[in-house]
């Protein structure tokens, strides 16, 4: 090291890399033979007057501004002690969490390079790109400039109020993917070669953008990871909102809650979500339809029509996403132990009939109570919208499915488990709390390798979808090709959907008030008073299963 390369005080030295963007330059670092720069806001801080509006662009700067370590992450409440053994997310305090982090092998105009955007999951409620496994410099050894983003999270990012527009954590995301547009080329990338991808609510967020018109011809390609395109019910997330504003005692507006303090507002919101899972549903935030934004179902949208008509998917699963709700704080046990009562609250969670749970049970005569459930509700509310999305996309769109079980008991191929094998980082000690140690290396070559593949030429390396139902498998061994794997089971789904238009008509003819039929669901004037019965039956089951004890949504 030279004179001129001398470290100051913060790790900073003459030969740092230093980016202009439109707001102002930034100053990186050289990590691990690549360049680094963390916490560039990519909009104002989202506190005071700007609390639960939508995103506006950061105030620009003077000089160099040091981009050297993560940014503030949005607020939000701690995994409960029974997650958090498995899951790491750490928190950095203050105001500017609207900002990302760029990995990039080659800092500067003129590379051109494949460029991937990730938003992280956390159930719209956890989460950061400050997470350790998510470290881009494995896709930037590898020719990709990698884009990691904050976005606000739970009430601040989701809640339904009726003073500001809807979605601001979707609006944030969106406002990341423009800042990206204007600038990733200054950093090496190319605008035009833009893989938007995420994980859980990371690929919920993605299927939205997706069929967001305001997105449209932001990035080429997408990724979804065990997260469909859908919409919550704007119904639910409100009274998720109002319980709240009711536990607080102030009205259920964003004026009123912007005046409550975050500790407050965080400690509410995770008592109100408590009683919360995937698997067992209950009060959340989620992406809501708005007319704007959101103007319609994002998955209707992206099935019925022309929007990303352009645009590469690869998207998919792992074998027991189910795992990591059921098995920390013991719940899979209880659920066993229920018996035929979790299976009704599993029908009133997938609003199905009998014939679902039958069929799965004759599939798989050797599983448990909790697997039965624990597919069945994956199946419903995961892998059947990525079927339905493949469906509509052939030739374009790649499906896997990730199989290789954590070396920790009882967790199998669960949700999160395939993000260590994606970037490449199992050795990474947050990595190993979900996988283990020792960690097979050549499945980390194959699926990192695919995902650069996927982002630098939009084919992953397997066959695209279609009429065959190709889903690449990657679990032991060598990744191999299936055909139509889960087919029976979405058979089942089919068969039941039928079943009960069948009796629906038969109904109408009978006299009983029917309105139509519509992909295979009836849809009837009773249907309120199904809804009802069903609500109340699931409540009974969860408040079984949380007894004793409770365990936070992931």
Not at 40 to 48: D, K, L, S
Request: proline share 9%; glycine share 12%; with cysteine.
């Amino acid at each position: 090291m030279t004179a001129a390369d001398q470290v100051d005080e913060v790790g900073r030295t003459s030969r740092d890399p230093v980016v202009r963007t439109p707001y102002g330059a930034v100053r990186g670092r050289y990590e691990h033979g690549v360049a680094v720069f963390r916490g560039i806001p990519y909009a104002a801080p989202p506190f005071g007057p700007r609390r639960f509006g939508p995103p506006e662009p950061p105030e620009p700067w003077d000089g160099v501004r040091d981009a050297g370590a993560f940014g503030p992450t949005a607020p939000k409440p701690p995994y409960s002690e029974a997650f958090a053994q498995y899951l790491s997310d750490p928190a950095v305090p203050g105001d500017g969490c609207l900002n990302l982090n760029v990995w990039t092998p080659e800092p500067g105009p003129g590379a051109r390079l494949p460029v991937i955007v990730w938003l992280h999951g956390g159930a719209l409620t956890r989460g950061s790109s400050a997470v350790p496994v998510y470290d881009g410099r494995t896709f930037a050894r590898d020719g990709v400039v990698f884009v990691s983003v904050n976005y606000r999270l739970g009430v601040e990012g989701y809640g339904l109020f009726p003073d500001v527009p809807a979605n601001a954590g979707l609006r944030d995301q969106l406002a990341a993917l423009q800042w990206v547009r204007e600038s990733v080329a200054a950093f090496g990338g190319d605008p035009d070669r833009v893989t938007l991808a995420g994980q859980s609510a990371g690929a919920i967020s993605t299927g939205a953008l997706l069929a967001a018109p305001q997105a449209q011809g932001l990035f080429r390609r997408a990724v979804l990871q065990s997260g469909p395109p859908e919409a919550s019910d704007r119904d639910k997330v409100r009274r998720m909102v109002r319980r709240m504003a009711t536990r607080m005692k102030i009205p259920a507006t964003a004026a009123a809650f912007a005046e409550v303090d975050r500790e407050l507002l965080l400690r509410t919101q995770a008592e109100v979500g408590r009683l919360s899972s995937p698997v067992l549903g209950g009060p959340a935030f989620g992406i809501v339809v708005d007319g704007d934004l959101v103007p319609r179902d994002p998955l209707e949208a992206l099935v019925e029509g022309d929007v990303a008509a352009g645009v590469d998917l690869m998207m998919g699963w792992t074998s027991d996403e189910y795992r990591l709700w059921l098995v920390p704080g013991g719940l899979l046990e209880r659920v066993d132990r229920l018996g035929a009562v979790a299976l009704a609250g599993a029908m009133a969670r997938c609003h199905c009939g009998h014939e679902v749970p039958r069929g799965y049970r004759a599939l798989h005569p050797e599983a448990g109570t909790a697997e039965i459930v624990g597919q069945m509700v994956t199946d419903h509310l995961l892998r059947l919208p990525l079927h339905r999305l493949a469906e509509a996309r052939p030739g374009s769109a790649y499906v896997y499915e990730f199989a290789w079980p954590s070396k920790l008991p009882g967790l199998g191929a669960c949700h999160a488990l395939e993000l260590g094998f994606v970037f490449d980082t199992g050795e990474v000690p947050d990595s190993a709390k979900l996988a283990g140690w020792g960690t097979p290396r050549e499945l980390a070559d194959a699926m990192h390798g695919a995902w650069v593949r996927f982002a630098t030429e939009g084919d992953p390396g397997w066959q695209g979808w279609d009429a065959s139902h190709p889903v690449r498998i990657f679990g032991d061994g060598e990744p191999r090709t299936a055909y139509g794997p889960r087919d029976r089971e979405f058979a089942v789904w089919t068969a039941d959907a039928t079943a009960r238009a069948g009796a629906s008509e038969r109904a109408g003819v009978a006299g009983v008030a029917v309105d139509s039929v519509e992909d295979g669901f009836p849809v009837r004037m009773a249907a309120a008073r199904n809804t009802v019965a069903r609500s109340a039956e699931l409540r009974s089951v969860v408040r079984r299963l949380r007894l004793p004890g409770s365990v936070r949504r992931s």
